[in-house]
């Protein structure tokens, strides 16, 4: 079976790292199908309730869940392309120390990141064990959207300890349909 050409940097970083990448980059497309859903949704439920005089009892509900979870899955995402929001002020002011800035900046992010996920784990598995659900009309067990948090966290942890590993260089996608920083497509 013939490989696809992959790039060198990709050849040579270990399956677990490419996996990594990988997981994230589904979660960057699971969220942009989000966010289209959400405005489908949306969409429908003004048709429903003004032309049609018939709302569902649902959508609103659902747009909510759908934009926690897009959320969550994108944040990854960003903290890997360095796209994240960022206060550039230290870097505008001490350009010759970027580097470590970066470095103090991503070792800040891998802390609070991992904290919160910790946090967030934790919360997740009490309402898994206390069988906590949603208020509303659509009622589901909570920590089917609160685990969307906890991945969240985790992964921007994991990037933000790859990004210290790199220099604190932004990351490209593993697939080849995601954007790069840059604005290419590939590493």
Known sequence: M?????????????????????????GYLLAGLGLAAMGVLYCMEVVLRYFVHRPTSWSLETVTFLMLIMMFLAVP??????????????ADLYPKQIRRLAFIMNS??????T??????????????????????NLVIPKWW??????????????????????????IGPVLAIVRAPDGGAQR
């Open 115 to 136: 904290f919160i996920a910790y946090l967030s784990l934790r919360e997740n598995l009490a309402q898994y064990d206390g069988l906590i659900e949603t208020n509303g």
């Open 77 to 90: 995402h960003a903290v890997r392309a360095g796209m994240h929001i960022a206060v550039t002020l230290l």
């Open 108 to 113: 800040i992010g891998l802390i609070l990141c």
């Open 145 to 170: 959207l609160t685990a969307f948090i906890t991945y969240g966290f985790a992964n921007s942890a994991l990037w933000y300890a790859r990004l210290l590993c790199n220099g604190g260089r932004p």
């Open 2 to 26: 013939m490989q696809p050409h992959l790039p060198e940097t990709m050849r040579s970083e270990p399956s677990v790292l490419r996996l990594h990448g990988l997981v994230t980059d589904i």
